[in-house]
C-alpha cells in the first residue's frame, strides 16, 4: 500500500521532508480506501509501515478501519529503502499476511522483484493504491502471484453499495485460544517422534512414517492430519510432506532447524509457571519457588543454553553489524549473563582481535565455552563464573552487553547492575543492551508486548520495558546517551548507551 494524497514537498513548511502529513483530501480518500479493503475480506496479520508522517498517518487510517493494533515502524520501508534488503527483511517476518505501507519507487519494485525473479515486472503504484500479492512458497524473488492491483478510485467506489453491515460477533477468537494448548501439544509430539525429519527423509506415507517413528498407524495417520490442518504439513491423497516453512525450520537436517528450542519453551519449570495466571496475576510475580527462573544457578539456564543457541544465531550477527567497530584495533568484551554465548562469540568471531569474557554461572558456562570451541575462537574466549551482581566484572572493556537480562529484574536492580557496569568500560566504551522493547502504549509490537505476561509468570518483578522505561534507568546510572536501534520488523531491539 503506498501512502495517501500527501500535497507537494514544501521546505518552508516542512524542512525536514519526512515530517510531510497527509492532506485533509488525502486522509478522506484513504479512509475509503481502507474501508473498501476491509469490506473486500483483505485481511493482514500484522501491519508494518514506513515511519515518515505520510506513510504513518496512512497506516494508523487503515489500522482504525480494521481496529487492529497500531502499525508497526520501520526503515525498510522508509523512503530510501533499497527493494532486496526489504524483501530480505520482510521473509523473516513471522506472519501469514503483512500489509506494508511506504513510498514510491521503493514499493514499484519490491512488487516487481516478488513477481518476477529478475525484477523486471511493472506494478506502478497509485497514492493509496494497494496491490495484493501471494507468496507461493518463502517470500524470495519470483515467488509472488498478483492477485489485486487498483487504485483509490476503484477501491472506494465498492462503497456505492452503502455503509458496511458489521460482522457478526464471534466467539472464535476465544474458543482457540482456549484450545492453543492441543495445537502446541501436537508440535511437541511431533518433534518428539522427529516427524519433521522423517517426512523430510522421504517416508510420507502413513505405514512408512509409523514404521520409522515406531509408532502406530492410527497415531501418525490423526497426527499428520491435524498438522496439515494446522498449517504444518501438505497433503496429496495419501501422502504427506513438509511445507516450506516446516522444511526450513522444523526438520533436524535443516541447518536453520529451530526444533531444539522445544527443549527450553517445553521446560516443566515454564509450563508450571503458567499454570495459574490469575494467582501470579493476583500476586503480582510468580508462583514458581524461591524467585522463579532468577533463582541463583536455577537449571532452567543450563537447557536455554543449549536449546536456544541456534535460534540466535541471526540476531548476534544482526547486533554486531549495529555497532560501529574500528577492525584494525582491539576489541575487549564482557557478555554479562551470556548464557550460550553467542552474542559475545558473534563479536569474536566477526573481529579476529577481540577477546570476551563471558558472565554466568558456572553450569552455563561449561556450555558457552563449548559454542566457542565450535565456532573456533575458544582461544579468545574467557569464561568468568559467578552472579552478575556480586562478581567483580574486571576490564576495562570497549563493549558491555547485556543480551536479554534486564527485563527480569525491577527497574531499582537494573539501575543498581548498570552503575556497577560503568567503572568497568574503557573511555568511549559502550553498553549494548538487547532486549524486549513494547511502544509507549505496550500492545504493539504484539510478540514483543505479550512477553511482559512471561516476566510477571517467571520472575518476582521482571517487565518489558518502554524504550522510555530503559533510557531513564540507563541515565540514572550515570549514561546520558541511549540510542534504540531496530534493523528491521523481525530483527532484535538494540539499545546502545554511553557514558
Known amino acids: 500500500?503506498?501512502?495517501?494524497?500527501?500535497?507537494?514537498?514544501?521546505?518552508?513548511?516542512?524542512?525536514?521532508?519526512?515530517?510531510?502529513?497527509?492532506?485533509?483530501?488525502?486522509?478522506?480518500?484513504?479512509?475509503?480506501?481502507?474501508?473498501?479493503?476491509?469490506?473486500?475480506?483483505?485481511?493482514?496479520?500484522?501491519l508494518l509501515s514506513s515511519p515518515l508522517v505520510?506513510?504513518?498517518?496512512?497506516?494508523?487510517?487503515?489500522?482504525?478501519?480494521?481496529?487492529?493494533?497500531?502499525?508497526?515502524?520501520?526503515?525498510?520501508?522508509g523512503d530510501n529503502a533499497d527493494p532486496a534488503s526489504t524483501l530480505a527483511g520482510l521473509a523473516a517476518v513471522e506472519a501469514s499476511a503483512l500489509l506494508c505501507v511506504g513510498h514510491e519507487p521503493t514499493l514499484s519494485r519490491l512488487a516487481g522483484l516478488l513477481t518476477s525473479r529478475d525484477g523486471s515486472a511493472r506494478i506502478e503504484m497509485a497514492k493509496s493504491g494497494v496491490a495484493v500479492i501471494e507468496c507461493l512458497g518463502p517470500?524470495?524473488?519470483?515467488?509472488?502471484?498478483?492477485?489485486?492491483h487498483l487504485r483509490p478510485r476503484e477501491?472506494?467506489?465498492?462503497?456505492?453499495?452503502?455503509?458496511?453491515?458489521?460482522?457478526?460477533?464471534?466467539?472464535?477468537?476465544?474458543?482457540?485460544?482456549?484450545?492453543a494448548y492441543q495445537r502446541s501439544a501436537?508440535?511437541?509430539?511431533?518433534?518428539?517422534?522427529?516427524?519433521?525429519?522423517?517426512?523430510?527423509?522421504?517416508?510420507?506415507?502413513?505405514?512408512?512414517?509409523?514404521?520409522?517413528?515406531?509408532?502406530?498407524?492410527?497415531?501418525?495417520?490423526?497426527?499428520?492430519?491435524?498438522?496439515?490442518a494446522a498449517g504444518f504439513l501438505l497433503k496429496a491423497g495419501d501422502t504427506y510432506a513438509l511445507t516450506p516453512d516446516s522444511a526450513t525450520f522444523l526438520d533436524r537436517g535443516s541447518?536453520?532447524?529451530?526444533?531444539?528450542?522445544?527443549?527450553?519453551?517445553?521446560?516443566?519449570?515454564?509450563?508450571?509457571?503458567?499454570?495459574?495466571?490469575?494467582?501470579?496475576?493476583?500476586?503480582?510475580?510468580?508462583?514458581?519457588?524461591?524467585?522463579?527462573?532468577?533463582?541463583?544457578e536455577h537449571p532452567v539456564w543450563v537447557r536455554f543454553a543449549r536449546a536456544m543457541a541456534p535460534l540466535m544465531r541471526m540476531p548476534a550477527r544482526a547486533v554486531v553489524d549495529l555497532v560501529e567497530v574500528d577492525p584494525a584495533a582491539s576489541l575487549r568484551v564482557l557478555d554479562v549473563a551470556a548464557g550460550h554465548g553467542m552474542f559475545g562469540l558473534a563479536f569474536a568471531q566477526a573481529y579476529p582481535r577481540a577477546e570476551v569474557t563471558a558472565l554466568d554461572w558456572p553450569a552455563v558456562l561449561v556450555v558457552a565455552g563449548e559454542n566457542a570451541r565450535a565456532a573456533g575462537v575458544d582461544g579468545r574466549f574467557h569464561p568468568l563464573a559467578g552472579s552478575a551482581f556480586e562478581t567483580p566484572l574486571g576490564g576495562p572493556y570497549d563493549l558491555v552487553l547485556l543480551p536479554n537480562f534486564l527485563h527480569h529484574f525491577d527497574p531499582a536492580t537494573c539501575e543498581g547492575l548498570l552503575a556497577t557496569v560503568g567503572p568497568a568500560l574503557a573511555p568511549g566504551g559502550r553498553v549494548v543492551t538487547?532486549?524486549?522493547?513494547?511502544?509507549?502504549?505496550?500492545?504493539?509490537?504484539?510478540h514483543v508486548a505479550m512477553f511482559s505476561l512471561v516476566m510477571l509468570c517467571t520472575t518476582p518483578a521482571g517487565d518489558a520495558y518502554t524504550f522510555a522505561e530503559l533510557e531513564a534507568m540507563f541515565r540514572r546510572a550515570g549514561f546520558p546517551r541511549s540510542v534504540l536501534r531496530v534493523p528491521g520488523p523481525a530483527g532484535p531491539q538494540v539499545i546502545i548507551s554511553q557514558r
Open 139 to 148: 517470500v524470495a524473488p519470483g515467488h509472488g502471484l498478483l492477485r489485486l
Open 434 to 446: 538487547v532486549e524486549f522493547v513494547p511502544d509507549e502504549g505496550r500492545v504493539t509490537p504484539p
Open 54 to 77: 505520510r506513510a504513518r498517518e496512512t497506516a494508523e487510517i487503515t489500522a482504525r478501519a480494521y481496529g487492529a493494533p497500531a502499525p508497526e515502524l520501520t526503515e525498510l520501508l
Open 186 to 228: 501436537a508440535l511437541k509430539g511431533a518433534l518428539d517422534l522427529d516427524l519433521f525429519s522423517a517426512i523430510a527423509a522421504g517416508a510420507g506415507t502413513v505405514p512408512a512414517l509409523a514404521e520409522r517413528c515406531a509408532a502406530s498407524p492410527r497415531g501418525i495417520r490423526i497426527l499428520c492430519d491435524y498438522l496439515t
Open 1 to 46: 500500500m503506498r501512502h495517501g494524497e500527501a500535497g507537494e514537498a514544501d521546505s518552508r513548511r516542512w524542512p525536514d521532508d519526512r515530517q510531510r502529513p497527509l492532506t485533509d483530501a488525502g486522509r478522506r480518500e484513504h479512509a475509503g480506501v481502507a474501508e473498501a479493503l476491509r469490506r473486500m475480506g483483505v485481511r493482514f496479520e500484522r
Open 255 to 296: 541447518p536453520a532447524c529451530v526444533a531444539v528450542a522445544a527443549e527450553f519453551l517445553y521446560a516443566p519449570e515454564l509450563r508450571e509457571a503458567f499454570a495459574d495466571v490469575a494467582q501470579a496475576v493476583r500476586r503480582g510475580g510468580t508462583l514458581l519457588a524461591g524467585a522463579g527462573t532468577v533463582t541463583p
Open 155 to 179: 477501491l472506494a467506489a465498492l462503497l456505492d453499495g452503502g455503509p458496511p453491515t458489521p460482522a457478526a460477533p464471534s466467539p472464535d477468537p476465544f474458543l482457540g485460544a482456549m484450545t
